[in-house]
């Protein structure tokens, strides 16, 4: 049975955010997002992860009011932002935005950019709580330098900390770590991520980035061609995917297809293949590499077919290994330990069920 870890906290969790059937388009009859629908809870991160042109940005732009909505409706803690008769301009919604550059002012220091947006407060507090805001990211000691002086990772939290300032009820990040090197971008990831959570605020963050969905956000909502394929927990996306695009996307998987007659058992080119459930007729299912092993045929049951390595990415924790079975590929990734080389005969042995894909 594939491991899944449901996140029953959400089923309880009072909505902040709620999105019902929005659409957008720029030219006449090409929409841009199509009848999405997806809610989000209080202290709670979701990801809109999609390929770039998916429509994931411009759904982030619709919930800040940057643009307008053609049909559907939008509403923050039950108070409507957003409908073909109502809209509320950006700065009115209790909305921050991170952007993908950042958008710091050049001519200001840290401190001002932060203190900038502080509006309700009097001038005089606003320095007091911006510096206040600025430490709580780890940005105390530089709030005098201006964003020329800063790394891509020190202007990032100096653009959450401006994002977070007037407290809003909600934080929109787009593609906020796109910019940072490999290394960087992930220390800064789970510095932002800690930084909402003990804030207590709620985030939506728009990334192409698998990875950074699945250890970033709460819940994952997997956009195609303008539309939400599946939302669900890291867990639920990755290991129970509902489609061949979100099985692709979310990493590298195996896609079988095939007839069977109201069974859990499929026969494939590596052998009999066990089901995460009961299906007839036609079926397509999907198994991740490291949910399949190789090993010496010798002794092996006759129920798995025998094949050969012709590529091995050999990574130091793991191995990947390309295997042929009667002339179709298929990728295992195994540790350290399972070690063969290029030609060697193998068989191919899943150690998880397939999911059956609904499309």
Do not use: W
Not at 92 to 98: A, Y
Not at 147 to 156: F, I, K, M
Not at 283 to 303: A, F, M, Q, V, Y
């Amino acid at each position: 049975m594939n491991r899944l870890v449901p996140d029953h906290r959400c089923l309880h969790q009072q909505m902040l955010l709620e999105v019902k059937n929005i659409e957008k388009s720029f030219v006449e009859g090409v929409p841009v997002v199509r009848q999405t629908t997806f809610s989000v809870g209080e202290n709670e991160i979701f990801a809109l992860l999609g390929p770039s042109g998916c429509g994931k940005t411009t759904t982030l732009r619709l919930i800040s009011g940057f643009e307008k909505l053609d049909s559907g409706e939008i509403y923050l803690e039950g108070d409507l932002l957003s409908s073909t008769k109502k809209h509320v301009a950006p700065q009115k919604r209790g909305i921050g935005f991170v952007f993908q550059d950042y958008a710091l002012f050049p001519h200001m220091t840290a401190l001002e950019n932060v203190a900038f947006g502080l509006t309700d407060l009097p001038k005089h507090k606003r320095k007091v709580f911006a510096e206040e805001v600025l430490c709580r990211t780890g940005m105390g000691d530089h709030q005098h330098k201006g964003p020329a002086e800063l790394s891509g990772g020190q202007q990032q939290r100096v653009a959450l900390a401006r994002a977070i300032a007037p407290e809003p009820k909600l934080i929109l990040l787009d593609e906020p770590f796109s910019n940072l090197d490999a290394i960087l971008r992930e220390s800064t990831r789970k510095e932002v991520r800690s930084i909402i959570k003990k804030a207590g605020m709620s985030a939506v963050l728009v990334t192409h980035d698998q990875e950074e969905a699945l250890s970033f956000a709460d819940r994952i909502g997997v956009m195609n061609e303008g539309r939400i394929e599946q939302i669900g927990t890291p867990e639920e996306v990755y290991y129970q995917p509902k489609s061949k695009f979100v099985a692709r996307f979310l990493g590298r998987t195996n896609i079988f297809e095939g007839e069977i007659e109201d069974s859990d058992i499929i026969e494939t080119k590596i052998g009999h293949l066990k089901l995460n459930r009961k299906a007839k007729g036609k079926i397509t299912c999907s198994i991740r590499p490291e949910h399949l092993t190789i090993e010496s045929p010798n002794g092996t049951s006759d129920k798995y077919q025998k094949g050969m390595i012709v590529a091995r990415e050999f990574k130091g924790h793991d191995i990947t290994y390309h295997v042929e079975c009667d002339g179709e590929r298929y990728i295992v990734h195994t540790d350290n330990r399972i070690l063969f080389e290029q030609n060697d005969e193998v068989v191919v042995r899943p150690l998880e069920s397939a999911v059956v894909l609904e499309r």
